[in-house]
Nanobody, 118 residues
């Protein structure tokens, strides 16, 4: 299976935590950078965080100091630990892998819903 598969979404109250997981192929974990995107209702998809093959990370300002991206190459799994969740974090979260030179990711998961209630 080439396409990443996300899991771990759900409903949580504001201030709570969730941890998303993304399982992908050994090829992806051996060769590619990866990222988490999200899309809220009525909004465009936005980059949440990305991690390079070597482990360098970047975060959107809106999630900095609250979210943490990590990858376990031995388990072929990407993670997104989300703490201090806010209602505005409600969205479908997507795992993406293998960015091109233009920054467009080649592989996408089907998404997992995260709903944060007040």
């Amino acid at each position: 299976q080439v396409q990443p598969v996300e899991s771990g979404g759900g409903s949580v109250q504001a201030g709570g935590s969730l941890k998303l997981s993304c399982a992908a192929s050994r090829y992806i974990f051996a060769t590619c950078g990866m990222a988490w995107y999200r899309q809220a209702p009525g909004k465009e998809r936005e980059l949440v965080s990305r991690i390079s093959l070597g482990g360098a990370t970047n975060y959107a300002d809106s999630v900095k100091d609250r979210f943490a991206i990590s990858r376990d190459n031995a388990k072929n799994t990407l993670y997104l630990q989300m703490n201090s969740l806010k209602t505005e974090d409600t969205a479908v979260y997507y795992c993406a892998a293998c960015p091109s030179t233009s920054g467009i990711y080649t592989y996408w998961g089907q998404g997992t819903q995260v709903t944060v209630s007040s």
